[in-house]
């Protein structure tokens, strides 16, 4: 069976501050997929990064960047100076290559509030 | 700029309706989702469609009924719903359905149930 859990609830900071979103998974499959997805008040799930479970190099794209450790069964999502715009609820979701199909396990989300 | 759309944006509607949500993706996949979504929830799968078959249908009650006329069409009627259906329903696309395939976001319908 597969989980990810995001354990931060809400996180609330000030713009310009940076913030680290944390996701950790539970799997058995060797081949995996891990997503990360931002949900904007209005509704539109954006995709934002997937990373397979055979590369552990870490990404950054612009104020964001993504911490990915197999050891710990981590993908920790950071968001440097953020601004207002990236408040959102912000999804971790896994897919097994070998048990799940398609089918995507979401953490139960974390609502990021970025106060001016 | 989405690349999957979705038709109404809003829906109100009775326990006695008949009323159909529409999906549209313009990206070639094929591969195509329902998901629902409940208040402060994550999406819960409903149906996967590739190529055109229904290939997963996560024990969704017989009042929604999806439809795939073809690749990039995709539409979910809704009959007798309950009052706990009020959700917002999401719509993505994905390459093949595979495993590897990033799954493409619709805006989503709110549909409210009375």
């Known amino acids: 069976a597969q989980k990810v859990t995001q354990a931060q609830t809400e996180i609330s900071v000030v713009e310009k501050e940076d913030v680290t979103l944390d996701c950790v998974y539970e799997t058995r499959d060797t081949t995996y997929y891990l997503f990360w997805y931002k949900q904007p008040p209005s509704g539109e799930l954006v995709f934002l990064i997937r990373r397979n479970s055979f590369d552990e190099q870490n990404e950054i794209s612009g104020r964001y960047s993504w911490n990915f450790q197999k050891s710990t069964s981590s993908f920790n999502f950071t968001i440097t100076a953020s601004q207002v715009v990236d408040s959102a609820v912000y999804f971790c979701a896994l897919v097994g290559g070998e048990t799940s199909g398609s089918r995507l396990t979401f953490g139960e989300g974390t609502q990021l509030t970025v106060n001016p | 700029d989405t690349e999957v759309t979705q038709t109404p944006k809003h829906l109100v509607m009775g326990m006695t309706n008949k009323k159909s949500l529409k999906c549209e993706q313009h990206m070639g996949h094929r591969a195509m989702y329902w998901y629902k979504q409940k208040a402060k929830k994550p999406p819960e799968l409903m149906f996967v469609?590739?190529?055109?078959?229904?290939?997963i249908n996560e024990s969704v009650p017989s009042r929604f009924s999806p439809e795939c006329p073809n690749s990039s069409l995709l539409n979910l009627h809704l009959h007798a719903l309950q009052p706990e259906d009020s959700a917002l329903y999401l719509c993505?696309?994905?390459?093949?359905?595979?495993?590897?395939?990033?799954?493409?976001f619709g805006p989503g319908t709110r549909l409210t149930v009375l």
């Open positions: 993505a696309s994905s390459q093949e359905g595979l495993a590897i395939d990033t799954q493409y």
């Open positions: 469609y590739s190529y055109e078959k229904l290939s």
